[in-house]
Every structure is written in C-alpha cells, then in structure tokens.
C-alpha cells in the first residue's frame, strides 16, 4: 500500500471566510482513482471534505476538478501518476465555490435552459418512425457525448471573463439540435446563438476540445453555426445564389 499526498483547496464559509490548503496522506491501493482517495479522506480523516459525485464511471459529469492545473473527471483519474509528490487539487475554475470542491453549476444551468434543449419535432403525415441517414447521425454522435461536467466552461477564457457567454457545452448542444433532422427550429436555434454572448464570443483557441472528458468538439459547432448564420445573411442580401456555398 502508497501513500498518496493531496492538497486540498478547501472553502467552508462558516469555518473561514477565506480559501485555505490543507494537506491530507491517504492510503491507496493499486488501481484506485482520485475519487476513491477523496472518499477516503472522508471516510477516515474529515467527514466534512466536500465534493460531488454520483455515477463512479465517468456518466454523470459531477465530479470535475482541476487537480495539478489539468481539468479532469475524479472518477476516471488514476492516482498511480500523482505518487511522489504533493497533488494540488481545486474546484473547477470560473464558476463560484460553495464548500470545498463543490461549485456552483447555476449559471450554467440558466444557460442551458435558454436554448431548450430537447428536441421540437418537425410535423409528420406518417405514423412510422423518422429514419435518419447516417451521415447525419455522424454529424451528431459527438455532441450527443456530452454529460455537462463543465470542464470546457473551466478552460473557456471566454466564459471566464463573461459569464454571460453561452459556453462551450451549450453551443455544442445547440449545434446537436440544429444538425438534427427531425429538429424543426432551425432559425430560432440558429437565432439564439447569434450575438457575442453566442458563437460570436468564442476566442476559437480549442481549449473546450483539448480538455473536454468525452472528446467533445465544441468550438467545431460554433464554427459551423458562424457559416451557417452568414450563409443566411448573404442570402438574405441576396450576396449568395441559389445553391452557392461560402463554405
Ligand atoms: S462520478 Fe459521475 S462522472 Fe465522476
């Protein structure tokens, strides 16, 4: 059995008003993640280590941290690499702590809801399925991968300057709808993500892509959607015939 060195950014209001570091040994045993190390701590050396999680297999996106600098998912970090010396772990960076690693997700969440996300089905005759081709089940299949951890909110330097920016997560999940055949809101889509508080605020530096858990291609919709918005716009000054492409 290791023994693994954590330093822990912790943040409990009525303990301190401030952040501190505090630095716990934790036994591990070959195989174990960093979760099950913070779980440790809890269970054996501080009840009151706050953190999120829930699924244990990388599914439901709430146990994010930054642990050395690097953006990751506790539950699918080996902690072999992090022996021999002294692991700085921290909340997600550019949403606001709550209590220790635990962050708040609400703004994110505002944001999500602003683009409806779930599908508004285009009217059929037909009372059999809608098949979809599947070219544009590829189109999609990556953002459908997303599981809104939040790590591209904490790389954006977008999102980090103005939190009134979409995101990385919900421009990509906007894209998801968009592309989707059976979607019906193509303009209003299209729509609520125009503006420098959509794809027009990216900084395009790939830093949601590089981090994203479940290989995510984020500024690749936002990309796309900026064509498709100025594809629009030239049709509708008349720029762009019929059947022409910019792109
Ligand atoms: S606990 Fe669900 S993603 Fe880590």
Redesign the pocket.
């Known amino acids: 059995m290791s023994l693994l060195r954590l330093k822990i950014k912790r943040f409990q209001k009525e303990r301190h008003p401030q952040q501190w570091l505090e630095t716990f040994d934790v036994k591990i045993q070959k195989g174990m993640n960093l979760?099950e190390a913070l779980l440790r701590i809890q269970d054996e050396q501080d009840g009151t280590l706050s953190f999120r999680?829930?699924?244990?297999?990388?599914?439901?996106?709430?146990?994010a941290m930054k642990v050395n600098g690097v953006l990751v998912?506790?539950?699918?970090t080996p902690v072999g690499p992090l022996l021999g010396e002294t692991a700085l772990i921290e909340p997600l960076p550019h949403f606001p702590v709550i209590r220790d690693l635990i962050v708040d997700f609400s703004s994110f969440f505002e944001h999500y809801r602003k683009i409806k996300p779930y599908l508004h089905e285009k009217p059929s005759s037909s009372d059999r399925e809608t098949l979809m081709r599947e070219e544009d089940r590829k189109e999609i299949d990556p953002y459908i991968q997303c599981?809104l951890?939040g790590i591209c909110f904490g790389a954006c330097p977008s999102y980090g300057r103005e939190a009134q920016f979409l995101g990385p997560a919900i421009l990509a999940k906007a894209y998801r709808f968009l592309r989707d055949p059976r979607e019906r809101r193509e303009k209003e889509i299209l729509k609520s993500v125009n503006g420098h508080r959509g794809v027009w605020g990216c900084n395009t530096v790939f830093e949601c892509v590089r981090v994203c858990p479940k290989k995510v291609p984020p500024t690749h919709a936002i990309i796309k959607m900026r064509w498709k918005i100025l594809r629009l716009k030239l049709r509708f000054f008349n720029l762009l015939s019929k059947g022409e492409e910019i792109m």
């Open positions: 979760l999680y829930s699924c244990r297999g990388a599914v439901c996106g709430s146990c998912l506790a539950c699918r599981i951890c």
